[in-house]
Structure formats: C-alpha cells, structure tokens
C-alpha cells in the first residue's frame, strides 16, 4: 500500500514539474521573446565570433573591445549588403509575379469550363444511376465558380469571395505597404540595439560565461556545458544541411525552368523567384516542392500547355529522388522527428504561437530529442540494446561473433605445429 502510494506521489510530481516547464516556455515565448530577441541573438552571435575575435588579438595588437566592434561591422554590413542585393531582385520579382497572377484570373472562367468537361468525361464511365447525380453537381459547382470569378470588382472581398478567398489585399497592397513603413521606426531601433548589444557581449563573452557558471553547482556547469555544445552541434549541422539543400533543390529548379524557356515550353518569368520560393518550401515539415509544383503542372495539363505540365511535373520527380538520396546524407538520422511528432509540432505551434510557432516548436522538440538520446535530459525513455539470455548485450555478442573466428584459426595453426 505504501509503495503504491509513493508511486502516485512519483507521477503527480513529475506531471506537476512537466507542467511548470511546459507552462513557462508558454510564458516565454508569448510574453518575453520579442522583447528579448535582439539579447538573445546577440549572445549567439557573440559566441560564433569569439574564434574570430581571438584570432584577431592574437596575431595583431588590436584589443578585444575593438576586435569585436570591427568583426561585428564587417558581418552587419555583409549581412546587409546580401539581403539589399537578394532583396531587389526577389521584390521586383515577386511584384511582376503577383501582377502576373492576378491577371491570370481573367482566364479563370475558360479553366473552370477545361475542368468541368474533363470531370464529366469521367464521370460518362460509370453507372447512369451514379452519372446524373455527379454530373449535376459538377455542373452546378462550375457554374457557382464562373459566377464568383467574374464578379464586378466593385464588391468589397474582391474577386472569387464566395470560395473564401480575400484577394483584396493584393490588388490594393497599399494598405500592407502603409503597415509595413509603420513598423520600420521600431525595427531599425532593435537593429540598432542588437547591434550594440552583440559588440558588448562579444567582448565580455567570457565574463558573461563564467557569471552564469558561478551561479551553477558543479555537476550542473558540466551539464551546462554539454547542453551548449550538442545544441550548437546540432543547430550548426541543420543549419549547414538544408542550407545547402535549398541551394540544391534551387538550382535545379532554375535549370529546369530555364530549359523549358529555352525549348519554348514555358513563356514565362519569374524564373528565379519561383524557384527560391519552391526550395524554401520543400524543406518545410510535411509540405515539400509538391506544394507548388504538383498543383502547378496538373493546372498547366487541365489548360492544354501539355508540354509545361508534363516538364513541371519530370522536375518535380528529380528534387524528390535527389531529396530523398542527398537529405539523409546531409542530416544525421538523430536528429529527425517522426512525422507525426513534427505535425503536432507545427499545429500546436500555430495555435499557441502564430506562423513563427509552426517553425520553432518542431525545432525546439529536434533539440530536445538529442539531448534526452545523448542522456543530457531524461523527458522519455529511449530503446536499450536487447540482452542475450546470458546477460551479455548485442553489442558484445557482436563483438564476441567477430573475435570467434580469429581464435578458431589460431587453434588450427596450432595442432598443425
């Protein structure tokens, strides 16, 4: 009776803890992270730059407040430089490809009508007790579709509003561009601040440091310790992994696109924006390159563009197959989640904390995954290696299976002697 009563006292304990954690990283990242952003990335980027700033004191006789302020310009101006160059290129791309697609809705109602009749061909396949019914619905459907797409633009939800769609904002953007100017005051201040507070924690990195150590017991510093080097470990390793995959799945997109231009099968633009945007979607948890490209090509198929339909979908396949042999050569198999883990990442992190939420979550899960299979943390438990009868593990049974071998021939060679 006393054992099973500790036991329950043992589950509400840990249920209460998990509860305080789970509440207070709620808190945090409502509450305190955008106030503390600027803080918090430059602590990150002052521990990258501490290598650098050493090596620059070390072979010159330049101090290390003045390292750290110079290292510092030289990445915020490169970092800039790169966002001004990248940045033109993707807006004056990104406006064309927006105009380009609203007036590609004039041609709505001739697509709806290619799609009408091509369900109803099907549909003449089967029995004519399922064919009337499905027929009229369909009809019905298209001519409820055609009536919303051409709408007088007068209405105030703009265009194919009965579908749900609010398309207002992109044809008046004046108002997104209003909200955006309103906000610049405020983020040119937190650049600002980041800034300087990067400069001061790069050059008082190691005060920093030995403050927040000195506040820790000793057995909690080493822990301290190999929690920030498995966590800038793995951060480094993704960051560097789909990086160079969104560079990839990028650059074979763009060779696509450029070769069905120069074949005359796709007229037009936007090469290099459709293709940024697609590999910024295809390393996204559970969506992937299919989210722009499948959708795509059956569209251009439905209009009759066969020829740019069929090349959409060929280079869909080839960044799936080269996705699926480069990724997990690039990303450790630790750090991934099972699917269903990053689903419920990304849908609880939209509920609870917006469109940034759906990002960080699953990331947060990826980190703490590595630390509880490293045995930093223990959250949950994680498979042991299975035991023989006689004890021994399958990892000395192994070792054990290729040691046999080698004494059984040494026992030969030495009855032949």
Known sequence: MTASVERRKGVLINVAYFALIIGAFYLFMRFAFWPLFPF??????????????????????????????????????????????????????????????????????????????????????????????????????????????????SRPSGSIADLGFDLSSLKTPLSGVISTASKVPSILIAIVITFIATVFMTSDYDRIVLFIKRQLPSKKRETLSKTKNLTITTISKMLKAYCLIICITCTE??????????????????????????????????????????????????????????????????????????????????????????????????????????????FTITILKVLNDDGVIRIWRTARPAKAEDGHSSVELKKFSQIKPTMKRKQKGNKKR
């Open 40 to 153: 918090i990335f430059a602590f990150f980027a002052a521990m990258l730059l501490q290598k650098p700033v050493r090596l620059l004191t070390g072979r010159t006789p330049i101090k290390k407040g003045l390292a750290a302020f110079l290292l510092t310009m030289f990445c915020t101006l490169f970092l800039i430089g790169i966002i001004a160059l990248a940045g033109t290129k993707i807006v004056t791309e990104v406006k064309g490809l927006v105009e380009s697609v609203m007036s590609a809705f004039d041609s709505l109602p001739d697509f709806i009508l290619t799609a009408e009749k091509w369900l109803v061909s099907l549909v003449e396949k089967l029995p004519s007790a399922l064919e009337t019914p499905i027929t009229g619905w369909i009809n019905n459907l298209a001519d409820n579709l055609i009536a919303a797409a051409q709408q007088s633009p």
């Open 253 to 362: 997109l763009f060779i696509g696109l450029s070769a069905l231009r120069l074949l005359g099968i796709y007229n037009g633009g936007y090469v290099f924006t459709i293709s940024l945007v697609t590999a910024i979607v295809d390393i996204l948890p559970i969506l992937g390159s299919g989210t722009v490209l499948i959708p795509w090509g059956i569209v251009s198929l439905l209009m009759g563009k066969t020829g740019l339909g069929i090349g959409v979908l060929v280079i869909y396949v080839i960044i799936t197959v080269l996705r699926q042999y480069i990724e997990p050569k690039l990303v450790a198999g630790q750090l991934g989640l099972p699917p269903i883990a990053t689903l419920m990442g990304m849908y609880i992190g939209l509920k609870l904390f917006g469109v940034l939420g759906m990002f960080i979550l699953p």
